[in-house]
């Protein structure tokens, strides 16, 4: 089983800098590659002076985002596993033995992460995909180990092999076959939930998802955008709507996404209540876009709907969390 790490980057000397001894420490059973987004920066000069022996370096001629960049890269790299990682990722020894032997193991296994701690504090899961993602009835995303903005420490509570709905774009691993099978990530989402759209539409082959919690990395998160960036907020809101659009059961589809827009409206009020309102425009701009993109989403539904009847494992995580106050995903029911 061959398998390749490819790690998209784009003006982030810097985090290859920090990041990549690591990754060439501790990855001998890959072949590393990194796809550069046409980075203006010495991303490449970096690579060719300090790792041309150790590290394959793939060419993109514009910067597509995480979806395109990572489309574009792949029809250059031939192995049976991608491990598309994060340029803001410290792995740890041994940590791809684990990945591998599932995928050995487990032959209708298409998609596994690790468990993805917090870099800047090691103790406590991270954001982007922790101990695996979920999915509740609205289509807000959230993590074992991870509601909304509550991260849980790391007590070995998951460590553990265990299916999950969604995969952190972090470091999410899969079979090539598959990826090249649904097309690669949808790039009209450019950034940003992608991975989930991808991980549903795994689920829709009737393929699974899968969570080791013995492979750990730690992640940096929100490297190329900050939690403040409105644009983040644009691309989040705006991309679950598509993945909703694209995915769920028909007979859910409409009052689903009129709850939706009640919701997000709530958020919108809560960004202008704690004087952000640059927030409130993207979610806004976010529900604008995804009016005008809806066709073309309804479309895509053809290429997506399968399997997959019972997408979510809770009614409403917002109900859950911010009106009955759990903040642990063992609380959740």
């Known amino acids: 089983m061959t398998v390749a790490v490819v790690i998209l980057n784009w003006n982030g000397k810097h985090l290859l800098e920090e990041f990549l ?28 002076s300090h790792y041309k022996d150790s590290v394959k370096l793939v060419k993109n001629t514009s910067n597509g985002g995480y979806a395109k960049g990572y489309n574009a890269a792949l029809q250059h790299i ?17 940590w791809l033995q684990p990945i591998i032997k599932q995928f050995k193991e487990a032959t209708n296994t298409a998609v596994i992460q690790p468990k993805l701690l917090n870099y800047k504090k090691k103790t406590h899961f991270e954001y982007a995909g922790a101990a695996g993602g979920f999915i509740d009835f609205l289509g807000y995303p959230y993590c074992r180990g991870r509601i909304f903005m509550t991260l849980e420490e790391d007590v070995k509570q998951y460590d553990d092999i265990a299916p999950i709905f969604w995969a952190t774009g972090a470091c999410l691993c899969i079979r090539s076959r598959i990826y090249h099978t649904l097309g690669g990530f949808d790039e009209d ?45 644009f691309l989040n809101f705006r991309n679950s709507l598509y993945s909703i659009a694209k995915n769920v059961p028909k007979r859910f589809l409409f009052p689903v996404i009129l709850i939706r827009l009640i919701l997000d409206a709530i958020a919108g009020l809560k960004f202008i209540l704690e004087l952000r309102p640059i927030h409130t425009w993207a979610i806004i701009k976010a529900h604008f876009s995804f009016y005008a993109h809806l066709n073309l989403m309804l479309k895509k539904r053809k290429e997506s709907i399968g399997k997959t009847t019972h997408y979510y494992s809770c009614k409403s995580i917002v109900l859950q969390h911010f009106v009955l106050g759990h903040n642990k995903f063992g609380k959740i029911s």
Do not use: M
């Open 21 to 48: 001894p690591s990754i060439v420490a501790y990855s001998k059973e890959a072949s590393i590659y990194v796809a550069d987004n046409a980075s203006t920066d010495d991303s490449i000069s970096f690579i060719a």
């Open 189 to 233: 989402y450019f950034a940003h939930q992608e991975e989930i759209d991808l991980c549903w539409r795994v689920h829709n082959l009737g393929y699974n998802v899968n969570y080791v919690g013995t492979s750990t990395v730690y992640h940096v998160g929100a490297a190329t955008l900050k939690e403040t960036n409105p644009t983040k907020t």
């Open 78 to 94: 031939k192995a049976d596993i991608y491990v598309l990682l994060n340029s803001d990722v410290e792995v740890t020894k041994n």
